[in-house]
């Protein structure tokens, strides 16, 4: 558990640094300009970093606990805006990043080690054809969506992307992986989630995209791993992980909100 433990921590941390790095970029050079920035070249590559820690991570880890703890990369945006971007950050900030990080203590001790396992019949093909469907809403969404809607896309992407990842584990090592149909999902819902995502802050104020995204990304997996997958917590702690995840949401929404992270968000996304 300690090796996927760190994995999922390694991959938040990533995540959140490669936001601010990217925010210091589109800084310096604004526009598509920024892709030419070494600096941004090295955030995308800790981008790719990340998302192979997730993949560890959810070998061992069960959906609701990968996820929550990837949501509380807006930690790690908020503080390093903090002195990075010289970005301004409000008392209820630090209370929110104290309560994040306590709720995923909890989180971690009460989910513990749990293999991936076989997906029920059926479970590639719905994942197939929930893939194609969201391909599809963003194909009508994308020039006139709103952002709420364009946010909501891009929550189901990423978290369709995080399920078929955790059921794609269960067929052995990471070339049996790739080579089954769950690899597509992966790779449609992930492009879902990345497409929307920027779409989404280019028409609406970052931080209410970011929140929105963080709760789906884990509430809906999270469910999804429970009731499909056979995720599991730990006897006598169904409770208190059911409220800890409820106030890692709630922090990583306050902290979305926060000066800091719409700093970084706003200045990286579109």
């Known amino acids: 558990m300690t090796a996927a433990l760190l994995a999922a921590v390694a991959a938040a941390v990533g995540y959140g640094v490669s936001t601010v790095l990217e925010a210091v970029g589109a800084r310096r050079s604004p526009g598509a300009g920024a892709l030419r920035q070494p600096i941004v070249l090295g955030a ?63 989180v971690a001790l009460g989910s ?23 391909v599809a809403g963003l194909l009508a969404a994308y020039a006139r969506g709103g952002p709420r809607l364009l946010t909501l896309l891009a929550g189901l992407g990423y978290s369709g992307a995080a399920v078929a990842a955790r059921g794609a584990h269960a067929s052995g090592d990471l070339l049996a992986t790739v080579r089954q149909p769950l690899a597509i999902v992966i790779v449609a819902c992930g492009a879902v989630g990345v497409l929307a995502y920027l779409r989404a802050l280019e ?43 409820v106030a890692a949401v709630a922090g990583c929404v306050v902290l979305a909100r926060s000066p800091a992270s719409v700093a970084a968000e706003g200045a990286a996304g579109p």
């Open 44 to 106: 995308l590559v800790l981008d790719g970093a990340a998302w192979l820690a997730s993949l560890l991570a959810l070998d061992r880890l069960p959906l609701f606990a990968v996820q929550a703890i990837q949501a509380s990369s807006v930690v790690v945006v908020v503080v390093l805006a903090r002195f990075v971007l010289g970005a301004s950050t409000r008392r209820r900030d630090v209370v929110a990043v104290a309560v994040v990080v306590a709720a995923l203590v909890v």
């Open 112 to 134: 513990g080690e749990q293999p991936a396992v076989t997906p029920p019949a059926g479970f590639t093909t719905g994942m197939l054809v929930a893939s194609g469907v969201l």
């Open 203 to 245: 028409r609406g104020p970052a931080g209410g995209v970011a929140a929105l995204s963080s709760v789906v990304e884990v509430l809906v997996p999270g469910v999804v791993g429970v009731a499909v997958l056979g995720d599991t917590v730990r006897a006598g702690w169904a409770v208190p992980v059911a409220l800890a995840v």
